[in-house]
């Protein structure tokens, strides 16, 4: 089993709607989650972290958590293309785990 | 946030040469890094943990001796690629936690990519 599992997508959202992409985790000991997001070609970019259970919302974006049922989400609200990337979950236990990202499409 | 830096941006070399990279932490210090490497469509894999004034810890399966890093300050991390071959070729990527809300919270730089000849 993995540790960190994510969908690779693609994910296809036409413009303005929301994009939700999910997370699970293996490690229950797991205490912070980052969102990352990757345009091809660069580096990860730091999104948002949560360490607590519920939403965290940040502009457009909200994180939620739910360590009972070890996984974690992000919603982008009013979905625009430039948000169109990979988007990588990552979660520290002693060293932070990547996933292997959801590709997200939004289009016109 | 935290701003990581990372010289040079892309590299070419030919094979059997060795290449350095610099990752810098621009307005904080850390006293680790980490080395990351990605192939194309393919997620991170992390290479090592570089400690400022020790050793770097290794991942199973990266050589030590080929992939020599050198944690000189509590700003700067060096991976030197030795005798590089085509099969190093891929975008070389470090990290540096932040201290945030209480918890770590990994920045990335920019990347290197090295194309090996």
């Known amino acids: 089993q993995k540790e960190v599992e994510q969908n690779s997508g693609p994910l296809s959202v036409p413009e303005g709607a929301i994009a939700s992409l999910n997370c699970t985790y293996s490690?229950?000991?797991?205490?912070?989650f980052f969102w990352y997001r990757q345009y091809s070609g660069k580096s990860p970019e730091l999104i948002m972290f949560?360490?607590?259970?519920g939403d965290k919302e940040d502009g457009r974006f909200t994180a939620q958590l739910n360590k009972a049922s070890q996984y974690v989400s992000l919603l982008i609200r009013d979905s625009q293309p430039s948000d169109s990337a990979t988007y990588l979950c990552?979660?520290?236990?002693?060293?932070?785990?990547f996933g292997t990202g959801t590709r997200l499409q939004v289009f016109p | 946030g935290a701003v990581v830096s990372q010289h040079p941006s892309w590299v070419i070399c030919k094979s059997g040469t060795s290449v350095k990279i610099e990752c810098r932490s621009l307005d904080f210090q850390a006293t680790t890094m980490f080395w990351y490497r990605q192939f194309p469509k393919q997620s991170l894999m992390l290479m090592a943990t570089?400690?400022?004034?020790?050793?770097?810890?290794?991942e199973q399966g990266v050589e030590k001796d080929k992939f020599l890093i050198n944690h000189a300050s509590l700003t700067l991390s060096t991976l030197t690629v030795t005798s590089a071959h085509p099969e190093d070729s891929s975008f070389y990527i470090c990290?540096?936690?932040?201290?945030?809300?209480?918890?770590?919270?990994?920045?990335f730089g920019p990347g290197t990519r090295l194309t090996v000849l």
């Open positions: 949560i360490y607590s259970n």
């Open positions: 490690d229950r000991g797991s205490q912070s």
């Open positions: 990290s540096a936690p932040n201290r945030e809300e209480g918890q770590d919270t990994q920045y």
């Open positions: 990552a979660v520290d236990t002693d060293k932070l785990i």
């Open positions: 570089s400690n400022e004034g020790s050793k770097a810890t290794y």
